[in-house]
Every structure is written in C-alpha cells, then in structure tokens.
C-alpha cells in the first residue's frame, strides 16, 4: 500500500515536472522605469505589447519608481528579488558600477553590435573602466536651443540673433535686467545633484583635472569666470536663489511668470510653459542655442541597465535592445521632446517638425535628431558625493562673499586630489 | 496557592494579548535598531551588499571616523541648536492650550485652526514658507512695513547661513505647534474643575492656580510633549531636505547630524556606507537617550518627605 502510495506520489511529481517544463518557455521579467508613469503609460504599454508579440515566451512586468529608486533597487538586490532591466542615469550608473551591482553589456550583447546601434559619444557616457554598463535611452542635451519672450527682449533692445556665445549671452542677460527688471539667463551654478559649476568650466574649453586624473581648475582663467559669475549674482543679473533651486526648475517657474525671459535647453522645457501659461507659449519663438568657447553641446542620457543578481540576463538584454531600438526611440521622441540616442537618427524622417508654427514641434526638429551631439563631459571622480559636495560647498562661499574665487577654487581643488580615492 | 495560578493566568493572558504588537515591533523596530547599531561595528558598504559579502567586525573604527568628521561635528552642533526650539515650543503650546481651554465662543474655530498645520503636508507647507522667507517674500515686505529692516539690504532668509536655521526652526514650530496644543488641551481638561474652583474660594489668582494646580497636575503631559519634542528636534530631516535640497546649505549652515546618516546611507543610495551611517545614527541616539534622562530628570516626581 505505501509503496503504491508513494509510485502515485512520484507520477504525479513527474506529471508537475512535465507541466512544468511546459510553462518554463514563458519567461516574465521585471522592468523598472524613472518617473514615466502616468504621462507615458500607452508609450510604455504600447512598446511592452510589441515586444511581447514579437517575443512570445517573455511577458514583461512594468513597475514605475519615482523617488525612491535606488533605495529600492538596492532593497531588491539585497532580498533576493532584483529587477531584470532598471532605468538609470550617468551618476548612478556609474555609482552601481562600481560597486558591483550591474551586468558589463559585452556578457549579452557584442560591442560591435552595441556600437552599431548607438552613438558612440552616448555609450561613452555609460562606460566604466572600459566596459559598457548601459543601453542608452533617451537623451537630452543641455543647450540645445534658446527659446524666448520676444517681449522682454524688444523691451531691452536685445536682438536674439545677436547672441551667438555663452558671454553674449551674459551680456544681454544684463541690459534685460536694467530694462525689464526680468532675468535673462539662469546658468545652473550649483545644481543640488552633481556639481554643475564644473560644467561652466567644461563649455568654456578649460580643464577639469589633467591626464592623471589631478584637478587643475584654479588657473587663473578659471578663476576669472568664477568671478565673473559671483559679480553678475552680486549684481543681481542672475539670482541668488540658484544657490537653492536647480536652475531648470527655477526658469520654467519664473518663465511662465513673465520674471525670466530666456531659456537654454531642450524642448521639454516648454511643456509646463504650454501648461501653465498657454498665451506666452504661443508667443515663445525659438533660435539655435548660444554656445560656449568650447563650442560644444554638453547632456546627458538615461539607460537601461541589467543588474548582476538578474537571474534571466538574457531576455533582459533582448528586452532592453528593443526598448532602446532607433525605431521606438523616434517613437517616443513623437511622444515627448526627447532626443534620440540610437544611430542615425538625425536622418530619421519622422523627427521633422509638423507644425512650424508650434514652439516645441520647432524645437523638436531642431534637437530630436541631435544625439550624435551629446557631450557628457568629464567622467566624475571616485568619491564622487564626497568630492562633489565639497566643491559645492566651496563655490557656495565664493557666491555668498565668504571666500574668494580663487581661494574657493584652490581649497576644492586640494580636497578633490586628496580624497579621489 | 489558588491566587498564585490566578495571578499565573492573568499574566499568560496579559502576554497572549501584547504578543502579537510586540512581535511586529520585534521585527520592524527592534531588529533594524539592533542590527543598525551592529553594522556601525563592521565595515560594510553597498559592494560588500552586491558582493554578498558579510560585514567585516572592525571595532570602533567608525566611530573614530565619524567623530573626526567636520561634517558630522557641523551636524550635531547644527541638531543642538536645533533644540531650542522645544522650550519656545512648549511654553507656547501650553500658554495657547490655556488660552483654548476658556470657555468662550469661536474657540473650537481657534483649536481647529492651530490644528491646520499638522495635517498639511510637508511639500505644500515647504512652497508657501519658500515664497515667505524669499528675498522679495511676504517675510521682508512685513518686515519693511513694521520698519524693521533696511530693504536695500534685505536678503533671503534661507540663502544666509545666520538665518537659515533659524528660519527652518520656525516652520518646525508652525509644524508642532497644534500638535502639543491638542495633547496640552487634553491635559488640562482632565483636571478637576473642582480643585480650580475650591482654589478661587481660598482666594488664589489665576498666575497661582496656574503655577500651584496646572502645572504640578499636567506634568505627566509635558514630559510626554518635552520628551517627544526634544526626540522630533534631534532627529530633525524632512524640513532640512525640503528647504536644501539635501545640501544642508548655505555653507552647511543646516547640516544636521540625522542628514549625515541619511547622506551616508539612503540619501546615496549606490554609494552607501552602512557602517559609518550606523556608527553616526548610533552616536545620535546616545545623544537622544542623553536628553530624554534629562527630560525626566527635570520632570520627576519628588517622593515621600512630605507630610
């Protein structure tokens, strides 16, 4: 009796096993985004269902994060339960890098076939230590282009075709001062992520550190454009709230308020003034963006990345190929003012504006296909929130009157070469 | 012998019905507390958490660290200041408990309205203060109109690292303030009428009821308000990453000791430092038991001696 007991036991976990190995040709696997739901929910759902009816043995599970996604990326890593493809950026891509929380690329997908699919310039942004962590996403770029109130500058004199550089700039910011009462320009000086001054640096051709990886940027030159900055603060031509506010979100508030009167960067800044003030919008016109000495387009991109606890590497790398692919990224640029970081866009026809009356659709065209033009910058030093919080601190002072620019730049630059581990 | 099982039995049952809250506090409280204060002993980083690496026993290495760290010394001399703030904090709620507590018309719209700040959301209170405390904000205008200020040298009360604290403590107090009131008015209203009223009779003023009858009978609640309020103010971290942006600028003027943890830890996710986040946060509850004794020092009850 037992023993037939026991061979029903065993046929039946044979039969388990059997359904089983049916249902294993079925794969979910988890995909996480930043801060894309609800306003791209049909995008997002929309691409979810190609690749499912392109791939029918992988279902995707989508979850949102906002907040606090790394906090729970870690979370999940550490309980056993990582996500199979996560939405980062440069900083944290970067970060998770390094400390051994991500999958290099070159294990799922060659580098010939990365390299085929996207700008080089891009995949450079998500490299570390000479290995590719992340399928670049959409990008940005932070100049892209100058949209402004014609308004204000007709008030103050100000030809927009005249401005052609950074100091151009600067300079017409302050006649729409004097004349309007009205910012002009808001540079981002101290951003609270990263360390933005640094950038400053960057678009106007001076170094951040040498080929050791030494920082050297207290030259004299440098700190002449410090200087310059903290007088245009003093003088109230830029605002002293910048030291508190990232200057993003700080001219898309006083811009639909008539208080600024020019914005750089790409056209996703202009959703909230079509939002929130729909008459100036439509007045808003749009010329290509002024740059610095450098003459470069500085941004940045979001990726995909493959955690190194996924247990189903393989359709994440498929998932996320196809998700990133050029075809559903000049989707989503249709859907939203993003710019494109798979190659050979900018000849893509379906990033021609539409409407070349519409600002953003103007914009759109004019940056859409740009990707190829995205700059990172400089790669971040190890110890990165250490170092870039001590620089912050440090550039703070010199705008508060507390230290002078150069001593401000030479304290940072000592800090950065003793604690870059 | 039978009063022994009785007492046996009431005690089982007594235990049977805290088992379960104590269970999850057991989970939720007491293990993160004690595996936190463990991890400020060991080295141990996010790689060692992707690596499945173990924390590593390195003694008081940490806190040798921590407490060599200006940073941290800039927070937990930033989180004294802080403190102030329960005494004012006090004093007001229970003076406007006092006042609340009369038997007037309109003073359930008084006690309503104290209330409003502590059901308001910290994000919607942080966008009316930052239009307050602006350079050209309702602060300085109101300051112009009593002709308190110089308005050509008006500045953002937020962006000066003499003011900045001060400013943030004011919206912690605006926060509070209704809180304490209630649990104040909750007090007082537990006082016999009958002790105010044979007081009257002898002849005691209302300053004299107020120091000989409220006061000793409402000291149970001002060591709970004290005591959570010093606890709320040590601890301080919403307001600091709202008004900051997590800088705890300008020129770490707002730095707290809890913002260094939280840097070290959540704040950077990627980048954690579990050890060192631990040996600070452990270093901070000292601080908090330090203050908590003295809050019931202060408060006690002075026992027998008395006729």
Redesign the interface.
Known sequence: MVKKLLAAGMLGLGLLGLGGMAQQRTVEIEFWTYYLSPNFDNYIKGVIADFEKANPTVKVKWVDKQDTM??D??AA??LGKAPDVVNLWQD?TF??A????LTPLTELTTQAALENAYYPNVLSIFTVDGKPYGYPWYGWVDQGVMMYNPELLAKAGVDPNGIKTTDDLLAASEKIKKATGAYGWLPPVKD?NGASFLGRFFLEGLSIYDAQGKANFNSAAHVALLQKYVDLMKADVIP??L????AFQLTNELYSQGKVAIMIGGPQSLNRVKESNPDLYKKTKVVAAPLGAAKLQTGGAMDLVIP??STKKREAALFASFMTSRANQVKFANVVPIVSTARGSENDPNLRPKDPNDPIEVAKGMVSGSGRFINPGFKPPKN??DIF?NF??NI??AF?G?KSAKQALDDAVTFWNANAK | MHVKRRALTTALIAYAFLAPALVLMGLFTFYPVIYGAFLGFTDY???D???KEPPRWVGFANFAQVLGDPLFQTGVWNSLKYLLVVPVLQVAALAVAVLVNQKLPLMGLFRTSYYVPVVTSIALAAVMWDWIF??DGFLNWSLRLLHLINWEGR??W??N?HTALWAIMLVTFWRGFGYYMVLYLAGLQSIPAELEEAAVLDGAGAWQRFWRITVPLMKPTLLLCSLLSTIAAIRVLEEIIVF????G????STYTALLYVY?KS?G?????NFGVAGAAGLLIALVGFALSYLNFYLTREERGGRA
């Open positions: 790394e906090r990326l870690t890593i550490a944290s970060a998770a390094q400390n051994g929380l609270p002293q709230e030291l508190r506010k990232e190194k606890a990165t929130d919080k912050n601190d703070e002072a508060l507390r | 980083t996010i790689a958490l992707a690596a602006q350079k500045f953002s937020l962006l690292e900051t942006g997590g800088s600028g300008p020129l770490n840097n959540w950077n996710m990627l980048d954690a």
